[in-house]
Structures are given as C-alpha cells and as structure tokens.
C-alpha cells in the first residue's frame, strides 16, 4: 500500500506586516485596559467587603452518614448605608 | 422608568395571635383592600380555633380529650399534621406536645399577661422523645392524643396562616405577609429580585419595643418563607432564673442555649419555623453541623456574631458592616 504525500507550501502574504503590527497593537491595549479595569474594579470591592477568599469547610461524618466538603463563597459585597435597599419587612422573634 | 419602591404598596395592619401582623400586596389601592381586609379575618378565624388561650378554642377541646379519639376539623386536622411532619422532619427538635412543660416555665397565658404566676407542675407521663411519635390518626380526621399529652400548634399555625394568605392573595398580584416576625411571600414585586427584609438584630435586654430596630442583613424574599425563633423578647424571670417560651424536648425544660436569635429561609413556612426553633434547643455548635448537613438557608446569632450558611448567601442583598468583624459564616 502506497501513501501519496501531499505537501502544500502557502505563499507568504505580503503587504499585511502594518496590519498584523497594528492588530497586536490594538490587541495588547485592550489586554492592558481590561487589566486596568478589573484592576480598579477589585480595589473598589476592596474597599467595601472585607477580604476573603472561598474556602472549603469539613462537615465530619456522623453514623452512616459520611463527611461533607462545602465550598464556601466570601461574604456578600457590602453596601453603604446610602445605597442600601430598605426593608420593608423584618424577621425576628415573635413579638 | 425605576420600578415602584416596594414599600409604596399598599399595607394593612393588624394585630392576631398575640403578634403584630401585616400584609402588603402589589394592586392598587382600591382593588387591595378587600383581599387585605379578608386575610385579617383568616388569621383571626385561625386563631379562634388553634390558640391555647381560649378554652372554647377547638384546640382546647382536643386538649381537656387527651387519651380519646377525637373528629377534628379540616384545619386542626392539617395544622397538627404539618406540625407533627416537623417533628419528623428535624429528628424530634421540634415538638408540638411540649404545652405543659411550656405552662409549667411559666408560659400559661398571652404573653403580654406572664407575669409573677408560681410554675406549675408540668404532667408529663410519657418520655418527651416518643410523645409526638405517640400522637395517633386515623381515616375521618381523627386524633388522638396520648393520655396527658396537650398540643401547642402556635409558630407552626401562624406560619401555616401565613402560607395560606399567600396562596390565596397570589391572584390579585405579588404579596408579603408579616405574622409577627414570620415572613412568607409570594411574587416579587415587579422589577425586583424578592421583597427586600430584614433579619433584626436581637432584641436589647431592657429595650422597649419602640426603640428603633436594627437589621443585620437585608435578603431577598420570594415564593418562600423567612421564619425567626429566639430567646432575645419572650423571656421572663422566676426564682431569680430567667426563663423562655423555646422548650428543649430533650429535656423539658427552657433549653440553655447560647444563642440569641435563629432565623431560617425555606420554600415551606412550618420547616423554617421547626429548624429555627430547633436550632435554639441545640445550641450553636450542633446547629451549625445540623443545618450544614441538612442545607438550611439560615443565620444564627449569638454573643460573639452571626453565622450565616452558604445555602442563604446568594439571597443576601447586603449585611451591616458591623456584622463582618465578627465570625460571619460557616
């Protein structure tokens, strides 16, 4: 059994030197931009939550039942008083 | 155009069940007031038949027959039964035959009348764990209770109300019903993610009920129930002991908990009332490894903070930043 090779060469664009220059360019300042707006974007939620990560508790086993692993999320952003949604309902013990 | 401000809706108040209740509805003013009139008038039906202060209450009735079969109404017959579900359900924690045990802490009148009364001796015949296991029913909505057993159906029927006032206000538009402190909505209001409510902070110990009250977080609330149970308001003293109305059904006496306030969102309003009543008798510790294990959406209060479970986070709109320097979650 015989294989035929077939082998293609692709001519080599020319003229499109300024245009690849300037799509990376462009690429690489929106790179930076975005960088620079999450970068802004974490700083301000800094500012109103605590710092916290997710992280992982252990719920030990009890009788049969096994243990349990719960990815925990951080704590909900805060919000400044001003901007803070009213209640218009409460929950508390029965009064 | 910004959505109307939830609070713009219209709201009736009224007082039922020993509590302070409202109801708020999304429908103009005119066409809101004869549902809202009919909702004061269910919880008002609901306690005339289920409170434990009226001796001419059905309720008592089935009480004073205790050791008999008795033919109860379709409401009796459903409350009991969602009461006795939660027993079930939170492992015994939660126990609707503990009346005479409450009444013997001193509770055996409105709490606005608990005053300097001696304790009573409480009747118990049964061991406290097996008593609503022993509670029997049979075809033609009949109960009974075991010999001495009394049923205290008080949390569970105001949540229970509050579920049905939901369901049947659902078809004039989204609504909120406040059963004093319980909060079951239906909709969320139009351009909202649920009806904004809060958890208050405990009650401070000498604070009147006018001092102005503070939230811990602010959640939202929709197609589900928010209830809260605590040792923070209905507390009273004997013998120099200060007591409360959250009876552990371990041991049949007020449980010596240390936490202050438990408050539990769940699509059902009896569950969330029976796993934040049972997260007092446990206490802190056990309750956190209870509601992680069983998924409760919840927060529990005590001296040092809050603890709020990941199942309730994605519904927190805010939490006050005081709140954050304590131990926050578990």
């Known amino acids: ?95 | 155009m910004s959505p109307a401000d939830p609070a713009s809706w219209p709201e009736l108040h009224f007082r039922a069940m020993g509590c302070a209740m409202s109801v708020r509805l999304v429908a103009r003013i005119e066409a809101a007031q004869a549902p809202l009139r009919a909702i004061a008038t269910l919880f008002a039906a609901v306690e005339k038949r289920l409170s434990r202060f009226d001796p001419a209450s059905e309720l008592s009735t089935l009480n004073r027959r205790s050791g008999e079969w008795v033919v109860v109404s379709p409401l009796l017959w459903s409350v009991a039964d969602a009461a006795l579900a939660a027993n079930e359900q939170t492992d015994g924690l939660f126990d609707p035959t503990l009346l005479a045990e409450l009444e013997a802490a001193g509770y055996d009148r409105s709490f606005d009348q608990v005053a300097a009364t001696q304790p009573l001796a409480a009747e118990t015949r049964l061991p406290l764990d097996t008593r609503a296991r022993n509670v029997e029913r049979r075809s033609g909505r009949e109960l009974r209770l075991p010999p001495g057993v009394r049923l205290d159906l008080g949390g569970i029927a105001k949540g229970y109300t509050a579920a049905k006032a939901v369901d049947a206000l659902r078809h004039w538009g989204p609504c909120l019903v406040d059963a004093g402190g319980d909060l079951v909505a239906g909709d969320a209001p139009p351009g909202w993610p649920g009806w904004p409510v809060g958890v208050a902070a405990p009650a401070d110990a000498g604070a009147s009920q006018e001092t102005a009250e503070r939230d811990l977080l602010l959640l939202w609330l929709a197609n589900a129930s928010v209830a809260t149970s605590g040792v923070d308001y209905r507390h009273w003293a004997r013998g120099g002991c200060r007591l409360h109305h959250i009876i552990d059904p371990r041991t049949g006496q007020p449980a010596q908990t240390d936490l202050r306030t438990a408050t539990v969102l769940d699509p059902s309003a009896v569950r969330a009332e029976a796993w934040a009543t049972a997260a007092l008798a446990l206490g802190a510790a056990a309750a956190e490894q209870a509601w992680l294990r069983k998924r409760i959406a919840g927060v529990l209060v005590d001296d040092a903070g809050l603890r709020v479970t990941p199942a309730l986070q994605p519904l927190i709109a805010w939490q006050a930043p005081e709140t954050l320097a304590q131990p926050t979650r578990l």
């Open chain 1, 1 to 95: 059994m015989t294989s035929a090779k077939r082998t293609t060469s692709r001519p080599k664009p020319k003229g499109t030197g300024g245009l690849t220059q300037l799509l990376l360019l462009g690429s690489m300042l929106a790179t930076l931009a975005g960088t620079y707006m999450l970068a802004r974007q974490d700083q301000g939620a800094r500012a109103a939550t605590t710092a916290q990560t997710t992280h992982t508790l252990y719920v030990p086993a009890v009788g049969s039942v096994g243990g349990v692993n719960l990815a925990l999320q951080p704590v909900p952003t805060l919000v400044p008083a001003s901007q803070r949604v009213r209640p218009v309902a409460r929950t508390r013990s029965s009064r």
